[in-house]
């Protein structure tokens, strides 16, 4: 049902004709009637929020049968380890680490299986790294005067948050579509020894939606670096959340690196967080042996061990990958239908205006709105007086710095199907309302 206020064609003018094409009467109108429809949003008093890509309950609801998992006497993992006390391989079960090996493309015998949040063995990773040093290094990465990322953007913000708490410098890159502008990166890896790793989300990237193509991948594993321990921090969260029948490829960065001898350059992560519980899922690492040593020595300081329950927990609930791959099939169901809608109404709104262009990704969790340049913050004050929260514009960038001020993410996957109807279209009509006013003042009107 389409929301009251928004009933009818919402700017009532020719498909396809830009807003700066219009007479300053008739932007004074659009202008008008996207203020009047504001307006009826404040009004209303609703609250709601798009500022997270979380999964719905109904996501939840999906793994609920866990929660009486792995039973009263069921405590003991396949090689007899009591699962309840301390003890066992920081690396994790042996069970867990076959079923999550696909998640990172490698054997078994590659993986560590930690807890519940992939962004905590990033945040070890790193921290381990400016205290340690890695592998192929001479000195801890803190004992330099400067340390910097490369930062493909717009990216993942809590990449940024961990890069900014530890001081380390970042260094935004554009993408393509098909990763990070390479040419840009194989610069600045080879001419600066500072630059000592890179945030990457290859498969359905947060927020583009955007896949790394082979080419890219292929030249990421080879490249020269001017740090010989430079790291590719490479978090696979989407690697299995499809919202087509059909997954996106993508080549495995430990195996095409260890194929030009840079075996040690990948830190692979990954979680089930948006697969089962996202508060109680399991975390994985995954690298070369040297690599995986290292995390495991690392750890032992800081742990006496994972939790093994959680992970036998899992173990029965998924079974093995294809049980996972079922599982994300009915998150799909859920998630699909959502994305479409919400590409409905930001066509039905916003086509042919030329004041905003959005993507379209075949999986993850986010869609990318691009908005006229230097309107994304005022777009979200718009939404926010009309009790919207979206995530703070700019947020998407090192430092929250957003260079044309033009990039939103959204989050399709929480809200309820009318909820969100009600959200796009308040977002459609916000933007609508941020251009016409930049557009009224360029004219001096």
Known sequence: MRSQENSGTLLEMPVGKPLSSLSNEELRQVHARASQRHQSYVKAGRRLDMTRGKPSAEQL???????????????????????????????GLAEARRLLAPLAQVAPDQVLVGGNASLAVMHDCLAFALLHGVPGGDAPWSRQEDVAFLCPSPGYDRHFGLCEGLGVRMIPVALTGQGPDMDQVERLVASDPAI???????????????????????????????????????????????????????????????????????????????????????????????????????????????????????????????????????????LAPKFALVREIL???????????????????????????????????????????????????????????RNIRLAPSFPGLEDLRVITECVANSTILAATDALLRQRGL
């Open 61 to 91: 609801a999906l793994s609920q049968p866990m929660l009486a998992l792995p039973g009263e006497n069921d405590w003991r993992s396949e090689d007899g380890l009591d699962c309840r006390n301390y003890g066992g391989p920081l690396t």
């Open 196 to 334: 000592k790793g890179m945030w990457c989300v290859p498969k359905y990237s947060n927020p583009t939606g955007e896949t790394y193509s082979a080419e890219t991948v292929e030249r990421l594993a080879a490249m020269p670096t001017a740090a010989a321990d430079f790291r590719l921090f490479w978090d696979n969260a989407y690697g299995v959340h499809d919202l087509t029948e059909t997954s996106a490829a993508l080549p495995s960065i430990l195996e095409r690196a260890a194929a030009h001898g840079r075996a040690d350059r990948p830190f692979v992560f990954a979680s089930t967080s948006k697969m089962t519980f996202a508060g109680a899922g399991l975390a994985l690492f995954a690298g070369s042996a040297v690599n995986l040593r290292w995390l495991t020595l690392c750890l032992a300081r800081r742990t006496i061990g994972p939790d093994k329950l959680n992970q036998l927990r899992h173990v029965r609930w998924l079974r093995d990958f294809d049980g996972l791959l079922a599982l994300m099939a009915r998150h799909r169901q859920l």
């Open 347 to 405: 066509a039905r709104d916003l086509d042919g205006l030329g004041i905003a262009t959005w993507t379209d990704p075949k999986g993850g969790y986010f869609i990318s709105l691009d908005v006229m340049d230097g309107c994304a913050q005022r777009t979200v004050a718009i939404a926010a007086e009309a009790g919207l929260t979206l995530v703070p514009a700019g947020q998407t960038f090192p430092y929250g710095q957003d260079p044309n001020d």
